[in-house]
């Protein structure tokens, strides 16, 4: 049983079954609630079921602070409070998983035994995703290399680049919920209208534009952090006028999703990446 706590000044703290922060008792990480609306009607026996919404996610975190001596376990307390800061966003990684969260309460409980003080901590998830700690990248239209150092090239040439065969892809989220990604469109000439279409829902991402060589555009298709922008360097500059009326910001399903990339002109300079987390209910 081991956790590790950074918060948004990229301070880290590490608890587990060993000193000087023994670790006793995590609970919040494999359960969640939700909340279900429904509606009755007059007479009604049961009701009708209209949605239902996950609910936030509160992680708990009992242990004890071993110490030689009272004033080395009173600058680890003070350590241990400067990390868990509740002025301060953190993310808590377990079991090589990650969820962003809040310090609700973070403190010691009064004890006589100033060596070793138990401590408590409460976070609270607004999201209630556990996340891969890093983005999973899949390339739906690029150019794969076709050489290796060291290099040697025959008299009669050899070929540098492959360009992917096939403009359909299958993307594979192994979370358990569905999940927004990051859409990169790059052009490696003149490019008009590129899009990205999910095949199993007909929805699409469609830019209504020229793209030059060097020109690129990221989509977000994340819940509450839906953008367009376009990237000149490390320059981003809001590019949501070039967003097709028709298009959904579309999320990609639990297990297998088929997608397909084209342009209305010059398809094959277009390359196109996807960037996503898969979100997990629990670990």
């Known amino acids: 049983m ?14 587990k079954q060993s000193r000087p922060y023994f670790l006793t008792k995590i609970d919040g990480t494999g359960n969640i609630r939700q909340t279900i609306n429904t509606f009755k009607a007059p007479d009604q026996d049961g009701a009708f079921y ?18 030689v001596t009272p004033d080395e376990a009173y600058e680890l307390r003070k350590h241990f409070l400067n990390i868990f800061s509740p002025k301060l966003r953190g993310t808590l990684l377990y079991r090589e998983r990650q969820i962003a969260c809040i310090v ?35 390339e739906l239209a690029s150019w794969i290399p076709m050489f290796e150092f060291a290099l040697e090239i025959p008299e009669t040439g050899m070929e540098f680049g492959m360009r992917q065969p096939s403009q359909i892809i299958t993307v594979n989220n192994i979370g358990d919920v ?52 376009s990237v000149d360097g490390s320059t981003e500059t809001n590019a949501f006028s070039l967003l097709d009326t028709g298009s959904t910001f579309f999320q990609l399903a639990a297990g297998q999703n088929i997608l397909r990339y084209d342009a209305t002109v010059n398809m094959e300079l277009l390359e196109v990446s996807l960037y996503y987390r898969p979100q997990f209910l629990g670990v």
């Open 2 to 15: 081991e956790l590790t706590y950074t918060n948004a000044d990229g301070e880290s703290i590490t608890l």
């Open 104 to 138: 609700e309460e973070a403190g010691f409980t009064v004890s006589t035994r100033h060596r070793i003080p138990n401590f408590f901590v409460s976070l609270l998830c607004p999201s209630p995703f556990f996340e891969t700690p890093d983005e999973v990248r899949q």
């Open 178 to 229: 569905a999940c927004g990604c990051e859409i990169v469109f790059r052009a490696l000439g003149t490019v008009i209208n590129p899009e990205l279409l999910n095949i199993d829902t007909g929805e699409y991402i469609r830019l209504l534009t020229t793209m030059n060589a060097g020109d690129e555009v990221r989509v977000y298709t994340h819940f509450a952090g839906k953008r367009v922008v």
């Open 50 to 67: 209209i949605s239902s919404t996950l609910d936030m996610r509160n992680i708990t975190l009992e242990g004890t602070v071993i110490a």
